[in-house]
């Protein structure tokens, strides 16, 4: 893929995301507060909506190829995807990941952030540090001219050093008119888009998973919810964010 098949952004819209972005981090805020044992993930789902119609933001996963939330709840052993429902209740040590987005003036921002309720044990502590760590150590590669394959191989280093596994069935992406875009921001250095090299202006979603187990995945019934094919826990991070020349910009921030 060559660089010019992916658009750099003027300033314009990179603002715009980064509006879109601030809605995203608000989402997750209130989102985590509400994650609390008893709490269902609709209700977690209901949280993001207000937030939504609160900052004037539209929702770029409602409807989506026909998903029926603004938010991915995705509970321990699910791994992506999971859909918001009043029978999901969370209890105390569980894992929740929480993947959304928003759309300002057309333009989109999405992330994940995968949190405790409550009280966890050690191993599922040090299964979220592994999977944060490895979107740390991901987007501190990101300047003009990496490849794919280089910001692959700082999930799969960071997360080789922890015993924990990445699962390569779910990507990144590119980002700004729409929620997914090329470039595929694969979770290893041997993606498909590998040898592509980003550019000053060009906007990414970097989205590490890690599990506990056996990397493989399954989708259940519903046609949506990714979960892992052993039953091990997962926990999942994403930031948008854009290429600048001395670096990457997260647009994902409260404060970007």
């Excluded at 080789?160 to 390569?168: H, I, L, M, R, Y």
Aim: charged share 20%.
């Amino acid at each position: 893929m060559r660089r010019n098949k992916v658009p750099v952004r003027n300033a314009e819209a990179l603002a715009f995301m980064r509006q879109a972005g601030r809605v995203v981090a608000e989402m997750h805020e209130e989102c985590v507060r509400a994650a609390r044992p008893g709490a269902t993930t609709l209700d977690l789902d209901r949280v993001a909506r207000d937030v939504l119609e609160r900052r004037g933001a539209t929702s770029n996963f409602l409807g989506y190829h026909g998903f029926p939330g603004v938010i991915c709840a995705s509970v321990n052993e699910v791994v992506v995807h999971g859909i918001p429902s009043a029978e999901v209740v969370l209890h105390e040590g569980d894992l929740i990941s929480i993947d959304c987005g928003a759309i300002v003036e057309g333009w989109h921002a999405d992330a994940a952030v995968t949190v405790p309720v409550g009280e966890i044990d050690t191993a599922s502590r040090r299964l979220l540090d592994a999977a944060r760590q490895a979107l740390v150590d991901a987007i501190a590669t990101v300047c003009d001219g990496v490849s794919l394959g280089q910001i692959g191989a700082a999930i799969e280093k960071s997360v080789a050093q922890t015993g924990f596994a990445v699962v390569e069935d779910y990507s990144g992406h590119g980002i700004g008119r729409a929620l997914h875009e090329a470039p595929e921001v694969a979770n290893v250095a041997h993606g498909s888009d590998r040898k592509f090299r980003l550019q000053a202006g060009q906007t990414i979603a970097i989205e590490p998973i890690v599990v506990a187990g056996d990397p493989e995945t399954v989708v259940r019934d519903d046609g949506w919810t990714v979960e892992t094919i052993d039953g091990g826990w997962a926990a999942h991070f994403e930031h948008s964010l854009a290429v600048t020349p001395d670096g990457a910009q997260i647009l994902t921030l409260p404060w970007g």
